[in-house]
């Protein structure tokens, strides 16, 4: 299974500013997502990175708050921009893969980057 | 019709009991059930899944049991330890569709020594 590596793996940041999260991956991958997962609740999908071309975002979400680049097919950033308290969350890359012998495509997540915005 | 709905919210069992975690699900295109556990500090790993063409699989410990008529599935996990005390999630996805897995709401499990 793909081997992902977030960093960082928390932050605490000041309201207004904005903060980075890198996704690498330890082998191409063709779908990367990243994912919001506010305390105590469950995932909700922000976007879809694209490799050369703009991600793809869900409602609720746009890019001028999360902007996202994905430069090659194993590796991603997603920004927070002028981060507010509700900001406040983990957030997650995740990455499909096809799985041998199921024929299952499978979702891996990385271990989450823990913001904190004060 | 992407809602997948997960019960209970928490649940506390005492070591080698029956953790029993059930979700519903509406939309009828879904075909593929996944169950991920999460670590706190970790992200979500993949548990079992299931396809709607069979009604119950096992792996070890873990049991995933499947009612498609009813639009159910459960996580049963047998003899539960101290260890596997985690959030489980279930989630569904349609196969081949360019959306990503819908999650449920998450079910903080707690077995007790």
């Known amino acids: 299974s793909a081997v992902i590596s977030q960093k960082p793996s928390r932050d605490i940041c000041q309201r207004g500013t904005s903060l980075t999260i890198q996704c690498q991956v330890d082998s191409q991958v063709t779908m990367m997502f990243w994912y919001r997962q506010q305390p105590g609740q469950s995932l909700t999908l922000i976007a879809t990175?694209?490799?050369?071309?703009?991600?793809?975002?869900e409602s609720g979400f746009v890019i001028d708050k999360f902007p996202i680049s994905r430069p090659n097919l194993t590796f991603s950033t997603l920004t927070v921009s002028n981060m507010s308290p509700e900001d406040s969350s983990i957030y997650l890359c995740s990455v499909e893969e096809r799985r041998l012998g199921t024929g299952n495509t499978e979702a891996f997540f990385g271990q989450g980057t823990r913001l904190t915005v004060v | 019709q992407q809602q997948v709905k997960q019960s209970p919210q928490s649940l506390i069992v005492q070591k080698g009991g029956i953790s029993i975690i059930n979700c519903a699900y509406e939309?009828?295109?879904?075909?593929?059930f996944p169950w991920y556990q999460q670590f706190p500090g970790k992200g979500p790993a993949l548990l079992i899944a299931i396809r709607p063409d069979v009604s119950e699989k096992k792996e070890g410990r873990f049991t995933i049991s499947f009612n498609k008529s009813a639009k159910q599935f459960s996580l049963h996990i047998m003899d539960s330890q101290p260890g596997d005390s985690a959030t489980y999630f279930c989630?569904?996805?349609?196969?081949?569709?360019?959306?990503?897995?819908?999650f449920g709401s998450g079910t903080q499990l707690t077995v007790l020594p």
């Open positions: 939309n009828t295109a879904f075909d593929y």
């Open positions: 989630a569904a996805r349609i196969s081949g569709s360019a959306r990503q897995l819908t």
């Open positions: 990175a694209n490799q050369g071309s703009e991600a793809t975002y």
